[in-house]
Every structure is written in C-alpha cells, then in structure tokens.
C-alpha cells in the first residue's frame, strides 16, 4: 500500500509542541459551564476570561491516551469496518444546504434526502450517507427528520448533522429502537460530530451536542476549521497548529465526559482564505496538505483521521473533476481514514448526483492506486513468461483469465470505447452520462422497510417534537 507524508519527524514534533504551548499558555473558550468546571476539576486553569480554560500538557496526554485508536462503524445492514491508522480510507457524502441538478440550485427536503440516501446505497464505494438541511422540518429538528430519511433509505452508515442537543437526544432514543437492546457501542449505526468556531472557540451549541450524547459510545469527529489567513495564521504551519489545538482540545472534553469515546480527528476541514476574492477555498492544493497534515498528526496520536474531498466549482464539470480526483487521491495517499465529500459543490453548499456518481469512480480508482503492485512468484509469472516466449500472446493463458478482474480497475462510467462505438451510444459527456446513471441507480435501489413497530415509535418521537 502506498503512503506520503507532509512533515519530517522534526516538523511534527514542532507542530505538537507548538499546539501544547497554545492550550497550555492561550488557553480555548468554552462555552458551556458544566464542560469548563469538569476539565477545572481535572486540573485545567482558568484562562483570561471566564469562558477561557488553559490544558496542562499532563492532562492532554492523558486524554489522547484515553481516545481508542480505532473507531468502528455500521448502518442497519450487516457490513462493519474500522478506521485508524494504517487501515486505509473509506468515503461519505457531506452536510450541505442545497442540491444541484437540472432544476437548479434548490433547498433538500425529505424527498430529495431519500433519493440522495438510496443513491448512496447504491454506489459501492461510498459507505455512509451524511445528513443535509432539510426545508420540510422544523429548523431545530432537521436532524432527526434527516436521520429518519436515512436510515429508512440506505443500509449503511449515517452521519448525523446537529441542529440541537434535543435533537441529538432523540436520536440516540430513535436508534435504540432501531438496534431492538443493542447497544449503539457494539453498532454505531450513527455518528455525530462539530466543528470548532474559531480560532480557539467551542460553542455552545456544539458542547452541549457532546454533553447530551456522552455515554452512549457514540464515535464523534473532532472538528479543527482553520482558515488560514482568516481565522489562522496564513502560514500553513500556523493553521496547522490552531487547527490541532482546537481538535485536540474536543478531544480532551470527550474523554472527561466519557472516557474511552471513539473520537475522529479531523484537521481535513481546513481552508485558506482566497485573499483576491475574500472566499473560503476548499479544493486548492493547500486543502490536500492540510488534509495530509491532519491525516499524519492523528497517526502520531494512534487516532483516526478525517478529511473533506471538495471543489470550489458551481458545475459537475472540469474542475470539479480534477479538483476531487486531486483530494480524494492525495487523501487516500496520506492515509486519511474517513474522507467525507462526495458529490458537493460549491464548497459544500451543494450537491449533486452527477457528481456523486463522478466521485464514487474516482475514488474506486484512487483506491486501485494506493493499493500499488503486488510482487510475489504467482505475479512474476517467470514460467508462464518462459512458456509464452518471445512474439506469444498471453491473452488466452489461464493466468490472465485468473488474475484480470483483481489486477485492472474495470470503470463503468469512463469512457473506454472507440469513437465510433461512443458516439453510438449517445456521444455524451461525462457529467450527462453520469446523471443518467444516477437516476438509475436511485430507482433500482431498494432496501428493507423498518418493522411497523419500529415505524410507530419513530412516529411517537417525531410527534412528541413536533415534526
């Protein structure tokens, strides 16, 4: 398997301990009152406010120490995988607000979550579905109305994204009725996870999303979302460092609330700062190092890594191809262990089912890459090289027949035809064609209906919150 990394052992070292001096001399606001008195009971200090708490280097370590190095996953169906480091990369859609497709930009609502959750269940190198702001619910219980979409609509795993603790507090309830007594420790059918406001910031919100939904085993992502020269330094190194401070500090409030929670860091989210246009850039080559950079600071703390694979374009067009095929390629090289993005525009605000099908083919052929070339007798094939001899044709050989499928890639989408054969079909581009591949998929997906039990408790959930 190949791997790259961005940072010598010197620079890595620096980085740690320059994000030790930052929590133990700046300190990072807290607010959240119970949070802060909890780590001041465990020996943090009182920073320059009263929302402001300075982490010893003795309690950080212990926390990190504290953190699995692996986190597990599942949805409703049978399939399970871990990630950490060294376990390769695994892929997600992504939080946005809107879906593009040939009506446009619009708002998601349950309908179109549904579609977007089956296609998912369909695309067989993407393993979870993300949640997305759905218009039809109220604002406060979009994420419970989204997880019951999703979990209705795909198999696999499904992250949450967080409107409100009470909203948090209803799913855990909504996934005990799913798991029938199991534990959502032993089957994380869903995750959570906040992204720090910073620089060096917690609200209060995404505290209390942690407080509410400790004690359950619930794997959360640690967000650090520098954006260098904006809410960062505009040194790489320096947002590296705020980044990793305000993960780190997630990480230790986790371990104070719940010792041994499965917590994913992710650096992945950061971004720099276009200074011609003010905007946040997320598919520049800066984002792919500060993916990597978040990728191998998780593996110097024996944690799980997270990323985004994004594009800056309004279209699933050239950019956004090279854009993905660029972050999701160099992700998986550094090892990121959750990479989280597929098919988002417009720097998240946006998907598309297009590009969705797009990224499920890059990545399957990112994949391919990283995997490298196997070296053993059977592949040598120095009898068969021997047998064949000079002018011969392996085409027929038994060997070729038992090793293809493992050694090529077969796309279904790329085009491999000839002209000719191409224009045959339709002579469409790519993006078209993978529209028409996404519909497709989305109709002929199908998964197992809940059990008209499960169907009335989550009808009692939702109606005791108004949705």
Not at 287 to 301: D, E, H, M
Request: charged share 20%.
């Amino acid at each position: 398997m190949i791997r790259s990394t961005v940072f010598s052992e010197d620079g890595l070292r620096q980085i740690h301990e320059a994000t030790l001096a930052v929590l133990e001399t700046t300190g990072v606001k807290l607010e959240h009152e119970p949070i802060r008195a909890a780590l001041l009971a465990r020996g943090a200090q009182p920073g320059q406010d009263s929302e402001t708490v300075r982490l010893p280097r003795a309690l950080v370590e212990e926390c990190l120490g504290l953190a699995p190095s692996t986190v597990r996953f599942c949805g409703r169906g049978d399939k399970s995988w871990e990630i950490g480091p060294g376990k390769g990369s695994t892929f997600w859609t992504a939080a946005a607000m809107n879906l593009f497709d040939s009506r446009g930009k619009h708002e998601f609502d349950r309908a179109e979550l549904a579609r977007l959750s089956r296609l998912v269940e369909g695309l067989p190198n993407l393993d979870g579905v993300v949640g997305v702001s759905v218009k039809d619910a109220p604002p406060r219980f979009r994420d419970v109305a989204g997880f019951r979409t999703m979990v209705e609509n795909t198999l696999k795993h499904v992250r949450v994204l967080s409107f409100s603790p009470e909203g948090t507090a209803a799913i855990v309830e909504m996934a005990a009725v799913l798991l029938g007594g199991e534990s959502l420790a032993k089957r994380p059918l869903f995750s959570l996870g906040f992204t720090a406001h910073g620089p060096l910031r917690w609200t209060n919100l995404a505290l209390d999303v942690f407080y509410r939904s400790a004690g359950h085993g619930i794997p959360v992502m640690i967000n650090g979302e520098p954006m260098a020269g904006g809410t960062a330094p505009v040194t790489l190194a320096g947002a590296v460092t705020v980044g990793n401070a305000e993960i780190l500090a997630g990480i230790v409030l986790n371990q104070v609330l719940e010792p041994g929670r499965p917590c994913i860091h992710n650096l992945g989210f950061a971004h720099i700062m276009d200074m011609r246009t003010g905007t946040a850039v997320t598919g520049g080559p800066e984002n792919c190092l500060l993916a990597a950079a978040g990728a191998q600071l998780a593996a110097f703390y024996n944690l799980p890594s997270a990323s985004w694979a994004s594009s800056d374009s309004m279209l699933a067009d050239s950019q956004s191809a090279v854009e993905k095929c660029m972050s999701i390629l160099t992700h998986s090289l550094a090892g990121v262990g959750l990479v989280w993005g597929a098919g988002t525009l417009e720097s998240e605000l946006c998907i598309s089912y297009a590009q969705t099908v797009i990224d499920n083919e890059i990545i399957g052929q990112a994949r391919r890459f990283v995997r490298g070339i196997e070296v053993n007798p059977d592949s040598l094939a120095l009898e068969l090289i021997d047998r064949i001899g000079p002018c011969g044709s392996y085409l027929a050989s038994e060997h070729t027949f038992e090793h293809f499928q493992a050694e090529f890639y077969e796309t279904v989408l790329f085009c491999r035809d000839r002209r000719e054969t191409w224009e045959s079909k339709g002579g469409l581009a790519l993006q078209d064609k993978a529209a028409l591949e996404a519909e497709a998929i989305i109709g002929r997906t199908r998964v197992p209906e809940l059990s008209p039990e499960q169907s009335r408790e989550l009808d009692r959930i939702e109606h005791k919150l108004g949705i």
